[in-house]
């Protein structure tokens, strides 16, 4: 479990430059349009 944890941090630093990633691509806008609607980052 300790191992896990460790490496939590790093998940969350993939995470948050994959999402960096496609909301500066237009990708996540493209996403968000086709099944909410709406922009919906908050940005």
């Known amino acids: 479990?300790?191992?896990q944890m460790n490496?939590?941090?790093q998940l969350l630093t993939?995470?948050?430059q994959a999402l960096?990633?496609?909301k500066a691509d237009g990708t996540?806008?493209?996403i968000?349009?086709?099944y909410v609607g709406a922009?919906?980052?908050g940005d």
């Open 1 to 3: 479990m300790c191992d």
């Open 7 to 9: 490496s939590i941090p």
């Open 14 to 16: 993939a995470i948050n």
């Open 20 to 22: 960096a990633d496609i």
């Open 28 to 30: 996540y806008l493209a």
């Open 32 to 34: 968000a349009e086709k």
């Open 39 to 41: 922009d919906i980052s």
